[in-house]
């Protein structure tokens, strides 16, 4: 549904129907009244900028009356909150931006549960990649539990284990429910899945020649084939702060194909490439 639209007859069962589900505001208003004009576009305003935390629904009292009526409006400009079928709050005149928001701010959800809830949605589709910027955002506004196994879900489709088991590791004992057990188990098995035996041989060979750029090399391709790139893009962003050409430029082209296999979307990418910019300029 549309975030701003014109309440009538013909849709307002629809918007009835949708104020079950989510908060719809009522503007009231009439060309008669120019403060109510006025009003209705500070509301589109505040609408389009809050992302969908609530419709608004515009009804013209020139042609709607019996909606009015209804709603038993007296004075133009008039808003109503409309909350499971039925006003909730509401006010008469205007009022500013600042003094709208808090009001609204009492009856809508906020903006990292918005996040959430959408993330929800695409993760149940397997959409890890669009999920993750999402819950990122609402991990940073409210690092609760409900959202950081959410986040952790989502790492362990990206295949981000060491962010994944530093959100579990973050979740207390009171939260620990079925859910926390069972993203406990996927990342075990996805560690021991990426802890293979050449990554093993390979790690030893860089134990005992860390300054290898060959053993680097080796090391931080096989990390990142078991979608283990924190540790890949760590391990081999530490030749590259002493010389950006190591390796006759082969570090940083190693660094870069992984940059770019993992998108520009990737918040892990991002923050590594901002590091390597840091490097050059």
């Known amino acids: 549904m549309d975030t701003v639209l014109e309440l009538t007859k013909e849709n307002i069962q629809e918007i009835v129907d949708a104020s079950m589900q989510q908060v719809v505001v009522l503007g009231f208003w009439a060309e008669q009244s120019p403060e ?75 903006q990292w549960q918005l996040a959430l809830n959408e993330a929800k949605t695409l993760l ?7 999920a993750l910027p999402l819950l990122k955002r609402a991990f940073d506004e409210n690092p609760i539990a409900e959202v950081s196994l959410v986040y952790c879900d989502a790492q362990l489709m990206a295949g981000e284990l060491i962010e994944a088991e530093s959100l579990l590791d973050s979740v207390g004992l009171a939260d620990q429910d079925g859910y926390y057990q069972s993203l406990k188990a996927k990342l075990a098995l996805a560690l021991e899945a990426a802890d293979t035996p050449e990554i093993r041989l390979l790690q030893s060979a860089f134990d005992n020649n860390p300054d290898n750029i060959e053993a680097i090399i080796s090391l931080v391709k096989a990390l ?35 940059l770019t296999a993992l998108g520009q979307g990737h918040l892990l990418a991002n923050q590594y490439r901002r590091r390597l910019y840091t490097l050059l300029y």
């Open 124 to 130: 149940a589709e397997q959409d890890w990649h669009n």
């Open 36 to 110: 109510s004009v006025d009003l209705g576009q500070v509301l589109t305003h505040i609408a389009q900028q809050q992302a969908g935390r609530f419709i608004l629904a515009r009804i013209n009292c020139e042609i709607e009356i019996e909606i009015a009526n209804y709603f038993q409006v007296q004075n133009l400009p008039t808003t109503l909150i409309l909350h499971e079928g039925k006003p909730v709050d509401g006010f008469s005149g205007v009022k500013d931006t600042a003094e709208i928001l808090q009001l609204l701010d009492q009856h809508l959800p906020p």
């Open 224 to 258: 990142h084939q078991a979608s283990r790139n924190e540790e890949a893009l760590a391990l081999i962003f530490e030749p590259l702060k002493k010389d950006v050409n190591a390796g006759n430029g082969d570090v940083k082209h190693v660094f870069l194909e992984i």
